[in-house]
Antibody
């Protein structure tokens, strides 16, 4: 079964750091681009950033709202995706989803995790 | 404010047809980037509904269809059913290769 499972969410103070993980299974993780998407309480989806695969030099892209504070990385040997979040702000409070991007589906996000909740509050 | 503009809400009675628009710009949809649509049921993760403007993944009923023209795209749902009540999001890319989502549209089945 193709699956993504996020972990690492929790409560953190403003200015703090948190590292989210996303464990992939059931597919060849190293072949795929991967994305992070977040959803603030009662709000819509916001693209956070993405990482390409090895064939595309693991290039990363970030939303302007997180650039310079968040870092996406991956470990293909562990089938895992990571989101390092530094200098957290209250507006980073959200459910964070990892998603698989599939070339087969014109680079749409065809598999999503269940999400992990990050709360930034003092 | 989202890069892609969607109506906040639409509604329709069972059996009816509804459409949801997604308006971008010359640097997003109009630049030739594909549009994808996602359905998010209450309390659930998003699910891919339409990819590459007009294509349905396996398992998505043919009641759902997508189109794209110029700087806009649309999602149409025919034969509306109670289980279609959800939030719908369009997604594309911009010229900096950043992903962009619409603000989402809440579909209410009357």
């Amino acid at each position: 079964e193709v699956q993504l499972v996020e972990s690492g969410g929790g409560l953190v103070q403003p200015g703090g750091s948190l590292r989210l993980s996303c464990a992939a299974s059931g597919f060849t993780f190293s072949d795929h681009y991967m994305d992070w998407v977040r959803q603030a309480p009662g709000k819509g989806l916001e693209w956070v950033g993405s990482t390409r695969n090895r064939a595309n030099s693991y290039t990363t892209e970030y939303a302007a709202s997180v650039k310079g504070r968040f870092t996406i990385s991956r470990d293909d040997s562990k089938n895992s995706l990571y989101l390092q979040m530094n200098s957290l702000k209250t507006e980073d409070t959200a459910v964070y989803y990892c998603a698989r991007t599939s070339g087969r589906y014109y680079y749409a996000m065809d598999v999503w995790g269940q999400g992990t909740t990050v709360t930034v509050s003092s | 404010q989202s890069v892609l503009t969607q109506p906040p809400s639409v509604s329709g009675a069972p059996g009816q047809r509804v459409t949801i628009s997604c308006t971008g710009s010359s640097s997003s949809i109009g630049a030739g980037y594909d549009v994808h649509w996602y359905q998010q049921l209450p309390g659930a993760a998003p699910k891919l509904l339409i990819y590459g403007n007009i294509n349905r993944p396996s398992g998505v009923p043919d009641r759902f269809s997508g189109s794209k023209s110029g700087t806009s795209a649309s999602l149409a749902i025919t034969g509306l059913q109670a289980e279609d009540e959800a939030d719908y999001y369009c997604q594309s890319y911009d010229s900096s290769l950043s992903g962009v989502f619409g603000g989402g549209t809440k579909l209410t089945v009357l």
